[in-house]
């Protein structure tokens, strides 16, 4: 099956190379708004097609999927373009810029019979499986609380502080928290609370987000654009803790008893990026006529916006 890919940038590379690494599966296209930078893209990456055009690239019949590699500010307008001509659509997080946005894309993918995916790459690797079999089994025993984060130090990247391409921490990293929370304490959620500080250009810097359930559980994720963090996430037990080695892309998984001991380690299984399993899936569902993920349908991608659509009206940030 064909893939094109809408965007030239960091991550869109990060791709490429990944499906050039798969099997059954081709990298035919890229668009980019600039014949020379999709030329030099395709080049780098053994591509056949180059256009200088995002309308060039959905207009190309023989793709099969096209994976959105650009900024979140453009991904409602591109979705919109890739859903108009028909065209399957896997694109990057944060899906959208708000709910609002998100449902009318559902709406519009449900109208035209396409599939349409968000590509948040934690939700459809293995090891999100491997943690709640752990939780499920009762390792740990009753777990109550629970916490992660995410930061790097990425303030001078100008479309993140900058309000007019959806800049701020919460959208580019904190989705990641918040979606690792749902993942595994699920969506029972009675109250969030949420403390911001603002970065000089009016976007959010960084921010803790208390996420509080019906039960009485209590989960708190922490993200910054300003320095590195351990990115861990730890699940507190009556019987011990478990602590994941990086959400944002899960290297292995440590459970200790009450006594600090480590009674068991789980290495994530290999792979070639970690976004070869969102590719796979989503080729898998338009082979079998699915226009969904069963990793992240579009219900779960509208909850999600929603959610940071609340936190940001908290923070009087629309």
Known sequence: MNIGILGAGKIAGVMADTINRMTDVKLYAVGSRSWEKAN?????????KAYGSYEELVSDDAIDLVYIATPHSHHYEQMKLCIEHGRNVLCEKA???????????????AKKNVYVAEAIWTRYMPY?????????????????TMTCNLSYPISNIERLTNPELAGGALLDVGVYGLNFIVMHMGKDISDIESSVMMHETGVDGQE???VKYRDGRMAVTTHSMYGRSDRKGIFYGEKGYMIVQNINNPQWIDVFDCEDRLIRHVDVPEQISGY???????????????????????????????LMDDIRKGWNKK
Not at 40 to 48: V, Y
Not at 280 to 303: A, H, N, T, V
């Open 128 to 144: 999100r499986q491997m943690i709640n079999e752990i939780l499920e089994f009762g390792v740990i025993g009753d777990v109550r």
């Open 276 to 306: 070869e399993y969102e590719i796979m899936e989503s080729l898998d569902m338009i082979r079998q006529g699915q226009f969904q993920s069963k990793s992240m349908p579009l219900s779960e991608s509208i909850y999600m916006m929603k």
């Open 40 to 48: 030099a893209f395709a080049n780098e990456f053994a591509i056949d």
């Open 95 to 109: 899906f959208t810029y708000n709910a609002a946005q998100a449902e009318e894309i559902a709406g519009l993918a």
């Open 208 to 210: 803790s987000i208390t």
